[in-house]
């Protein structure tokens, strides 16, 4: 079995929190913006499905916490993995969009792009993260709460602007779509552009000081 006190697992475990926060940024921005990816942006992607998964199998080794001590049985720690979390992961780990895309054909890729945000599914990790943080007598409660409160709100807004912009997706850009209602340049511009604009108006949206400039 695995020592969780390990350095090289201390380290594998943050490069995994790393890996998750990437994904729940990446994930609601590929389905939005996916048409700009690349094949070496797949291969990128292919290769950290390979990583997540590699960390489901390190699970199965790592000792569980029960009553404030470590429990080494691995059928113990099978039993509470596979009980839930380990569903989890593999929902999220599975390239879902690349194997239906494979099956249905390209002719469905703006449905098949909700795909991606069953990467979503391994959010939970974060929560543990923080509520590991929680229990650590040398973090404050106050930064922490703020920390979380702030990151839920860019997430909010990060989520919000990708959705907006693929409604607009979904109705092929038409004439009464928000993107051409705004600027019709902004589908030849670059995806940041695309983005930041999206962003804009979630923001303002949700601080009320720019609603209605801009509307699905």
């Given at each position: 079995?695995?020592?969780?006190?390990?350095?090289?697992?201390?380290?594998?475990?943050?490069?995994?929190?790393?890996?998750?926060?990437?994904?729940?940024?990446?994930?609601?921005?590929?389905m939005a913006f996916?048409?700009?990816?690349?094949?070496?942006?797949?291969?990128?992607?292919?290769?950290?499905?390979?990583?997540?998964?590699?960390?489901?199998?390190?699970?199965?080794?790592?000792?569980?916490?029960?009553?404030?001590?470590?429990?080494?049985?691995?059928?113990?720690?099978?039993?509470?993995?596979?009980?839930?979390?380990?569903?989890?992961?593999?929902?999220?780990?599975?390239?879902?969009?690349?194997?239906?895309?494979?099956?249905?054909?390209?002719?469905?890729?703006?449905?098949?792009?909700?795909?991606?945000?069953?990467?979503?599914?391994?959010?939970?990790?974060?929560?543990?993260?923080?509520?590991?943080?929680?229990?650590?007598?040398?973090?404050?409660?106050?930064?922490?709460?703020?920390?979380?409160?702030?990151?839920?709100?860019l997430i909010a807004?990060?989520?919000?602007?990708?959705?907006?912009?693929?409604i607009a997706r979904?109705?092929?850009?038409?004439?009464?779509?928000?993107?051409?209602?705004?600027?019709?340049?902004?589908?030849?511009?670059?995806?940041?552009?695309?983005?930041?604009?999206?962003?804009?108006?979630?923001?303002?949206?949700?601080?009320?000081?720019?609603?209605?400039?801009?509307?699905?």
């Open positions: 079995l695995i020592n969780p006190n390990y350095v090289w697992y201390c380290r594998w475990r943050e490069t995994i929190n790393f890996l998750t926060i990437f994904d729940i940024v990446a994930a609601p921005y590929r996916s048409q700009l990816e690349t094949d070496s942006i797949e291969i990128f992607l292919l290769a950290l499905d390979a990583l997540f998964f590699i960390n489901i199998i390190i699970t199965f080794f790592v000792p569980i916490e029960h009553d404030q001590s470590l429990v080494f049985e691995r059928k113990r720690i099978a039993k509470k993995y596979l009980r839930r979390n380990f569903w989890l992961d593999i929902l999220g780990t599975i390239p879902f969009p690349v194997i239906v895309g494979e099956i249905v054909g390209s002719n469905y890729n703006d449905i098949l792009n909700l795909f991606h945000l069953t990467r979503l599914t391994r959010t939970y990790r974060m929560c543990l993260f923080f509520d590991s943080l929680q229990e650590n007598s040398r973090v404050s409660f106050v930064n922490l709460t703020l920390s979380k409160v702030l990151l839920l709100l807004g990060h989520f919000s602007a990708c959705f907006f912009w693929y979904l109705e092929n850009f038409s004439d009464d779509s928000w993107v051409i209602q705004t600027d019709p340049a902004l589908l030849a511009a670059p995806a940041f552009e695309q983005y930041v604009t999206s962003v804009y108006w979630s923001f303002t949206t949700a601080s009320t000081v720019g609603y209605g400039d801009i509307s699905p």
